[in-house]
């Protein structure tokens, strides 16, 4: 068993080597199974957190309070340790993927990759749902937004006479567009097909606010993830290339680095 006694700890070890490896092993584990560090330097940062934890042992050790377990307050330390270790690192590691993905010239993702992904779009298509009837306005409006081509299933269901109202075609983005053009897209869809009289700037405030509310959802009341707008749009281009069959590799590839530098837990 573990020392739990305070007064015991100040006369011996904190804790076994063997039971600090242990300790070790799990806390890195945890950041690997949720992307965060990746699995090829599992044991450096294994190993690295473990040589930081005994070169200051003697200040750990008196940092022990003795109000909980002894490998509740390792299992801390060492999770701070991680932290500097990840912080430190993160860049290098994301290089170093970017780098290997476009080296291996693959759109093939292994079981378990493949797997979190299909979570994740899932959940983002869980979310779109909530927006009820509006559901199918957010996916043609973020589409054209993303500078994504128009699909006629979401047009239709948005609006029935998107054919008549030539829809498809003010949607169809335009290379080089400006931000401002697309919102004054948008407003005459919007004043098109909803009969109102709304403003570009309305029609920005509504998707803003849409696309935070997707953010805020997809991240969750305890932070299981980082989105961001960018993130989100990486995310999002993946879930519409599946629904509409056209999965360009370079969309997997980004959307596999988004998911092991975003997903916190799993």
């Known amino acids: 068993m573990f020392i739990v006694s305070k007064s015991d700890v100040k ?14 092993r799990k806390v890195v584990a945890r950041y690997v199974h949720a992307g965060t560090i990746p699995a090829r330097e599992q044991d450096d940062v294994q190993m690295a957190i473990v040589e930081k934890f005994l070169i200051k042992q003697d200040k750990i050790l008196n940092g022990f309070s003795g109000k909980s377990k002894i490998t509740t307050y390792c299992i801390a330390v060492l999770n701070r340790m991680c932290c500097e270790i990840i912080r430190k690192e993160l860049k290098h590691w994301k290089n170093n993927l970017e780098y290997d993905l476009e080296q291996n010239q693959t759109s093939e993702l292994s079981t378990s990759e493949q797997l979190v992904i299909n979570d994740e779009v899932e959940l983002l298509d869980k979310i779109i749902q909530m927006f009820d009837k509006e559901q199918a306005k957010v996916i043609a409006f973020l589409a054209f937004y993303y500078s994504l081509q128009p699909e006629d299933r979401y047009l239709y269901i948005y609006c029935s006479q998107y054919r008549e109202n030539g829809l498809k075609d003010k949607l169809n983005q335009k290379t080089g567009i400006k931000k401002s053009q697309i919102f004054e897209v948008l407003a005459e869809v919007v ?17 803003n606010k849409s696309i935070e509310k997707i953010i805020e959802r997809l991240n969750g009341p305890f932070q299981r993830a980082n989105y961001d707008k960018d993130s989100l749009q990486v995310l999002f281009e993946y879930f519409y290339s599946k629904r509409t069959k056209i999965v360009d590799k370079s969309i997997v590839v980004n959307v596999l680095i988004l998911l092991l530098w975003t997903i916190t837990s799993i």
């Open 11 to 24: 006369n011996a070890q904190l804790i076994t080597e063997s039971q600090l490896l242990q300790l070790a």
């Open 191 to 207: 004043n098109t097909c909803e009969e109102k009289c709304v403003k570009p700037d309305a029609v920005r405030m509504w998707l």
